[in-house]
């Protein structure tokens, strides 16, 4: 699908509906793909991150309405729709993955990062993890991008 979004157009592949919720390890290092999501999450040592053990049973769900992301340890928590908006998120990448631990706590959102309320403490080890997108090609009308 073509999208007109602010000052750009953008393709992006269709999607159907959100898939089922799913249980995912994030706890090592490496590329976890997520077919179903038609992406990924990557994780990597890093700091702000989460404690391993945390991100040892996540579970990936779609929105469903009511949930906060807190983006910065200063910041205050916001609902996820604000949230997308502040981040200038479009619209049709706001459908990716939220990761949800065992307190049901929001961990990480696709297209947003990691919530700063589940950042692990300085002397923990932590990992860093993020979305890719892999149906995503979106670009600017005259940039270069993977496509040109």
Known sequence: ??????????????????????????SRPGRHVQPAWRGSWWVEPGVPGIAPAR?????QQARRGGEQF??????????????????SLPPWRRHGPVLVDARGEV??????????RAF???????????????????????ERGPLA
């Open 1 to 26: 699908m073509l999208h007109a979004y602010r000052d750009g157009l953008y393709w992006h592949a269709e999607s159907g509906a959100s898939p089922a919720p799913s249980v995912v390890d994030l």
């Open 70 to 87: 807190q983006r910065a340890p200063a910041s205050v928590p916001r609902a996820l729709k604000k949230a997308c908006q502040e981040a």
């Open 107 to 116: 961990v990480a959102v696709a297209g947003l990062g990691m919530d700063a």
């Open 55 to 59: 991100l040892a049973a996540l579970t």
């Open 120 to 142: 692990a403490g300085q002397d923990e080890p932590q990992l860093s993890i993020h979305w890719q997108d892999d149906s995503d090609l979106s670009q600017r009308e005259g």
